[in-house]
């Protein structure tokens, strides 16, 4: 019986060259995409990671060990990586504190606590998945092109490393260790949170590259 993830490749190869070809993406590589746009990416982004490295926390607390601690460990790596780009474009915590979580960004938050809460720590798992592994195939996929924006080839570098590979692949055999001892109810959840990730993580781009805000 393969891994359960290998049935996620399909989804997530897709989502890849979708987000490659997105003009966020596009004029992050090339440099061309203003640093305003990138500001607000990174306010938002951050608002995401806080929920994301609570969401480790909680699923953690359920999981056996290794994997609890491997999952707990996991959640600190971005958050070094961001502190460096919002000291070098001075962005404060009091401008991202005062920023509201943008309507797309509140929905993905949303639709994870949801996995967790209504269907529990395999289908949470597998929605946790994409933010790394879409990050991951992005950066590789890019390697060869430089973008002249030092900031921003710095963005694709810190995804690109050995490190963040290997980080990756550990939220993958985290998810794989769920599935193998769920029913097939519970996979196909799992495969639904993931699919629902990727979708949040495409319009995550489109957030950023339009500034998106709340229309009431």
Known sequence: MSDFTTTLTGTINRTCQESITHPFIDQLSSGKLPQATFRYYLIQDHHYLTAFNQLHQLIADHLPEPDATILRHLSEGEDL???????????SNAEITA??????????????????????????????????????????????????????????????????????????????????????ATRQQMQAAFNISCYYEKQFWQMAFEQQEWKY
């Open 99 to 184: 920023a509201p979580v943008a309507p797309t960004a509140y929905a993905y938050i949303s639709h994870m606590y949801y996995q967790l809460n209504r269907y529990g720590v395999a289908a949470a798992a597998a929605g946790l998945l994409p933010c790394y592994w879409l990050y991951s195939q992005v950066a590789q996929k890019l390697t060869g092109h430089h973008s002249p924006v030092p900031l921003y080839q710095e963005f694709f570098d810190s995804y690109a490393a050995a490190d963040f590979t290997a980080s990756t692949d550990q939220m993958k055999e985290i998810v794989n260790h769920q599935a193998s001892e769920a029913n097939l």
């Open 81 to 91: 990586a961001r502190e460096k780009m919002h000291r070098e474009i001075n962005l």
